[in-house]
T-cell receptor, first 114, second 119 residues
Framework: KAGVTQTPRYLIKTRGQQVTLSCSPI?????VSWYQQTPGQGLQFLFE???????NKGNFPGRFSGRQFSNSRSEMNVSTLELGDSALYLC?????????????FGPGTRLTVT | AQTVTQSQPEMSVQEAETVTLSCTYD???????LFWYKQPPSRQMILVIR??????QNATENRFSVNFQKAAKSFSLKISDSQLGDAAMYFC????????????????FGQGTILTVHP
């Protein structure tokens, strides 16, 4: 099976712009989680989607949003970008609805805000 | 809220030797899962090993094994016969076993330990 894919891999945006990142989970996986990784804050949970529904959200401002499509692909959007949004954004997929499943990560999207 | 602490920012080991990475966690839950992930310079997070809290037996995966001490809330990773390819950042992570609310899809990570392997 193909792994989790994320596009684009690298992105440079200007403060105030908005950005959309995409994540395609492993075939058959229905849960997608998003994480932000920065040197200062480490890995922080953004949100999780299952069957097109957001089931959980981390402690991030409303500028961070996401959605999931019927084919389980997910997008996350960040509006009004700030310099502090520069980070590696990772998505992870898992097979089902229970917490017993491992999460498998994509290669990440490196976002730089200037 | 759960927290995960990795007290060793950096560790080093000689090739073919054994190294142990430490992790402690804090939770009021009795049922949960613990993981070790590896992140090499490529930044791809790779699952190394997982442990279910209800299992007393320590998990092993080839050269990787854990020492899970539930009462002490400790979860260390032992890498035997270290190889150059083991060099990476290692993250300890916690996941609640309870389905619902703030548990869905959320891994709580430690700050990571950079492992260097010397030839």
């Amino acid at each position: 099976k193909a792994g989790v894919t994320q596009t684009p891999r690298y992105l440079i945006k200007t403060r105030g712009q908005q950005v959309t990142l995409s994540c395609s989970p492993i075939s058959g996986h229905r849960s997608v989680s998003w994480y932000q990784q920065t040197p200062g804050q480490g890995l922080q949970f953004l949100f999780e989607y299952f069957s097109e529904t957001q089931r959980n959200k981390g402690n991030f401002p409303g500028r961070f949003s996401g959605r999931q499509f019927s084919n389980s692909r997910s997008e996350m959007n960040v509006s009004t970008l700030e310099l502090g949004d520069s980070a590696l954004y990772l998505c992870a997929s898992s097979p089902g609805s229970t917490s017993s499943y491992e999460q498998y990560f994509g290669p990440g999207t490196r976002l730089t805000v200037t | 809220a759960q927290t995960v602490t990795q007290s060793q920012p950096e560790m080093s080991v000689q090739e073919a030797e054994t190294v142990t990475l430490s992790c402690t966690y804090d939770t009021s839950e009795s049922d949960y899962y613990l993981f070790w992930y590896k992140q090499p310079p490529s930044r791809q997070m790779i699952l190394v090993i997982r442990q279910e809290a209800y299992k007393q037996q320590n998990a092993t995966e080839n050269r990787f094994s854990v020492n899970f001490q539930k009462a002490a809330k400790s979860f260390s990773l032992k890498i035997s016969d270290s190889q150059l390819g083991d060099a990476a950042m290692y993250f300890c992570a916690y996941r609640s076993a309870y389905a619902g609310g703030t548990s869905y899809g959320k891994l709580t990570f430690g700050q990571g330990t950079i492992l260097t392997v010397h030839p």
